[in-house]
């Protein structure tokens, strides 16, 4: 028997989410893949409930209500599923409350949050990949920190010295981690971020 008859057989030909029986076909349920599923990793979906997971920009939130009913399945990828939804329609009250009422053990949990967490940790590294800017005793800057210089620098182009011991505050990062941007004497100039010490 293939997929989409094992799930059609098991949905009763209905949408496992809406109940929907039009435009129903196989939804590999993510980390998985349309090459990898099986029946306890997919869902029997309609087009709709469909096209709102693959893109959550045309979410409508009121259509998940349905998930009121369908949350209490017991296939596993369909409260999993509902979990995502619930989760990422946190803000509106009554989807928190089914949210609270909605129970998965450790197992199903943990596979409900890994297409959140893999979503997470792929921005988490690349925010990791920036090389943070660093004051001269390796303190990480960030904009708007104050920080004072700790050598006299020549501002060139500006005709001043700044010297050592000036504060400069509401500092700005640059796309090089080596420098910031602040103000000395009214006149933004771009400082080296080795020179500064963190106020």
């Not at 306890?40 to 309609?46: D, M, N």
């Not at 409260?79 to 009250?93: C, E, F, Y």
């Amino acid at each position: 028997m293939s997929l989409q008859e094992i799930l059609k057989q098991r949905s009763l030909s209905k949408c496992e989410l809406c109940s929907s029986t039009s435009s129903l076909s196989v939804y590999a349920v993510p980390p998985s893949t349309d090459q990898t599923a099986t029946a306890e990793h997919s869902l029997f979906l309609c087009s709709t409930c469909r096209e709102m997971l693959q893109n959550p920009e045309k979410q409508e939130a009121n259509h998940w209500r349905c998930l009121s009913e369908s949350m209490w399945s017991e296939v596993p990828a369909v409260t999993v599923v509902s979990w995502r939804i619930l989760k990422s329609l946190n803000s509106k009250a009554w989807a928190q409350d089914l949210l609270q009422q909605l129970y998965l053990d450790e197992e199903n949990l943990k596979w409900a949050m890994s297409a959140t967490l893999a979503s997470e940790s792929s921005s988490a590294s690349a925010s990791e990949e920036q090389t943070p800017t660093r004051d001269s005793n390796g303190n990480i800057l960030n904009d708007g920190d104050t920080v004072t210089l700790i050598k006299d620098l020549e501002v060139k182009g500006a005709g001043f010295t700044a010297k050592r011991g000036t504060i400069v505050r509401k500092i700005s990062l640059t796309d090089n981690p080596l420098h910031i941007e602040g103000k000395v004497n009214g006149v933004q100039i771009v400082l080296i971020a080795a020179y500064l010490k963190k106020a």
